[in-house]
């Protein structure tokens, strides 16, 4: 071993030792359910165009296959506010399509449900981002504020939390199949926001405050975590075309990406994603936390579709982030 090979090494090693530290302070005591299945189905297709969002979401749960026939079917988007200058929403034209193809597949019926964290005046921002008039042409979709639904208490599924309880919408327990469908970004306390820190939205801003205060105060990786097990997700659709960089959620900058994500599991979902914008998934707390709900190893996920290595960039990273790069050899 020359010298240069011996000080990669060390290097190595003691950046792996630091995210091992790190992780190992997060998941010791942690008790999160083992849900992962044996295998699970990512699809990366290309998609240049949110033009071309209905044929190529047809596609992409045709390898997916959800089980979407006779059964109700919840939409949850990331719809935060608006911006004519920042890719910060899932596009709604790909929400749009995506409810066509589940009413095409035999949905008994396809709603879209958000409760967005920065604006509170839930009508403007529907109409400011274009979605309103989406649900409309598409056929009077309903739209549900999660922020205001009716709840129900259901028990914390880990201990990632100090809290007692949750207060989940009605409209989420009430769907067989709930869809998240995350804008692919850059995060600047979370690292990225994916399908699972998407699910911040799934959470009633009547009970835990604009931005969702209380998720905050119990610790962001914590309630991802928390929210993952609690929260039922079935399928993931992720929306890559025109994705964001650096200092996201709200102030990144656009990155065409240029691809959705199809997924059967939210954490092999966001671990895609994630080396999708050369991010080691590993390296990101609420993912490492997350492993007993999901497969984040790539021998455990079937990518099916496009490469991955074909459509992956290197995203912008604020400096406190940089380390979620994997390392080069």
């Given at each position: 071993?020359?010298?240069?090979e ?13 995210t ?78 995506t ?52 709840v ?9 939390t ?69 929260v ?98």
């Amino acid at each position: 071993m020359n010298r240069r090979e011996l000080i990669h090494k060390t290097l190595g090693a003691t950046a792996l030792a630091a995210t091992a530290g790190v992780t190992a302070n997060q998941i010791r005591g942690l008790r999160v359910p083992h849900r992962a299945p044996a295998k699970s189905t990512v699809a990366v297709l290309k998609c240049d165009s949110y033009t071309r969002c209905l044929s190529v979401v047809r596609d992409g749960l045709r390898l997916v296959r959800p089980a979407v026939e006779g059964k109700r079917v919840l939409l949850k988007p990331n719809l935060v506010e608006y911006s004519p200058l920042a890719p910060i929403n899932t596009h709604p034209h790909l929400i749009a399509a995506t409810v066509e193809v589940c009413l095409a597949m035999g949905a008994a019926s396809v709603v879209v449900g958000e409760g967005p964290g920065h604006i509170r005046d839930t009508e403007l921002l529907l109409d400011e981002s274009g979605l309103g008039k989406e649900l409309r042409d598409v056929g009077r979709i309903e739209f549900v504020d999660l922020n205001f639904d009716a709840v129900r208490r259901v028990p914390p599924a880990t201990n990632a939390t100090g809290l007692k309880e949750l207060w989940l919408p009605e409209s989420i327990l009430g769907a067989d199949i709930v869809v998240s469908m995350p804008k692919i970004k850059t995060h600047h306390w979370a690292g990225v926001t994916l399908s699972l820190k998407n699910l911040f939205g799934a959470m009633p801003g009547s009970i835990y405050g604009w931005p969702k205060n209380v998720l905050h105060w119990e610790g962001i990786e914590n309630s991802i975590v928390e929210l993952a097990s609690s929260v039922p997700v079935q399928l993931v659709i992720a929306d890559g075309i025109v994705a964001m960089e650096g200092n996201g959620p709200l102030h990144g900058r656009p990155k065409a990406l240029g691809c959705l994500v199809f997924a059967n599991d939210p954490v092999a979902a966001d671990a895609t994603c994630s080396r999708l914008m050369g991010i080691d998934p590993l390296r990101v707390k609420h993912l490492a936390m997350a492993t007993p709900l999901g497969n984040i190893s790539q021998s455990r996920i079937q990518e099916v579709g496009d490469q991955v290595s074909e459509i992956a960039q290197p995203f912008d990273l604020i400096p406190s982030f940089t380390r979620l790069r994997p390392l080069v050899e």
